[in-house]
């Protein structure tokens, strides 16, 4: 589980509006599919490489594309996403892009 208070100083720390408890709630669940699909990607270039042991460049070698793909469809299947979390995706995605 991730911790809503660390979630929440996070986006305090970025903007000057207030934080809702279901902002945070929200967010905190796309991040632990976000890490949970990222694993998965990973998993799969480890097992690639005949390893058992994910590394740091298994997450960084992750199917870009499926895992953008990934992070639209959470926040287009989540209603009434706060507009932080829309704007975090939409950075996520870009930063995706440029890699």
């Known amino acids: 589980m991730i911790p809503k208070g660390t979630i929440k ?18 967010l905190v669940d796309i991040l632990q599919e976000y890490i949970v699909t990222t694993t998965k990607l ?7 490489d005949k390893r058992k042991t994910i590394k740091g460049r298994d ?3 992750c199917d870009e594309e499926r895992l953008r793909s990934k992070i639209i469809e959470i926040s287009d299947r989540t209603e009434k996403v706060n507009i932080l979390t829309r704007e975090f995706l939409k950075v996520l995605s870009s930063e995706l892009k440029r890699h």
Do not use: C, F, G, P
Request: charged fraction near 35%.
């Open 59 to 61: 997450i960084e070698n």
């Open 42 to 48: 990973a998993e799969e270039n480890a097992i690639k």
């Open 9 to 26: 100083r996070i986006m305090k720390e970025n903007t000057n509006l207030n934080i809702s408890a279901e902002s945070v709630e929200k």
